[in-house]
């Protein structure tokens, strides 16, 4: 039982610090995932939405690791053949008139509120951590060294 309670502080303190050092990270990721889950960083087609420009970039982070957002590319032109206009050679006739029946659509609404709120509670958790961690910290000055560390090595490995 000794031997446990010998390795309990280590494993603790490297537990507060992993978890300082990540937490920067996990709160860009809980916001731009939050963001992302309601479509905010693309324009809708059919609409005259833009994302704005931090809000893209941001979330081609989440997704790329860069902020460099490539052009969009324009809708490829529909040929005639895949238009239904022109049958090819190869193309089954259809002995009915009638339209294929239509899939059920599905509302993704409730799943995409469910993921905001996900994002919140996760954000709101992290903070309250960092916030009880300073709070209740014995030695201050490595919880902030770990905190700006988690700020800085991401930032810094966006440079090299």
Not at 37 to 46: I, K, T
Not at 131 to 140: A, I, P, Q
């Amino acid at each position: 039982m000794v031997v446990a309670h010998r390795w309990l502080k280590p494993f603790r303190a490297l537990h507060l610090y992993f978890g300082v050092f990540t937490a920067p990270a996990l709160l860009f990721l809980a916001l731009t995932g939050g963001l992302q889950s309601v479509n905010l960083h693309e324009p809708s087609r059919g609409s005259g939405y833009t994302p704005p420009a931090w809000l893209a970039s941001m979330a081609h982070m989440h997704k790329k690791q860069s902020f460099e957002v490539p052009a969009r590319r324009p809708a490829p032109r529909m040929s005639a053949e895949r238009a239904g206009i022109v049958p090819s050679a190869n193309a089954a006739t259809r002995t009915h008139d009638q339209p294929l029946p239509a899939a059920p659509k599905r509302n993704p609404w409730p799943m995409k509120i469910f993921f905001v709120l996900v994002s919140l509670s996760l954000m709101l958790s992290t903070l309250t951590g960092i916030c009880m961690g300073w709070r209740y910290s014995r030695n201050r000055r490595r919880y902030g060294a770990a905190l700006a560390a988690g700020v800085l090595v991401p930032a810094l490995l966006l440079l090299i």
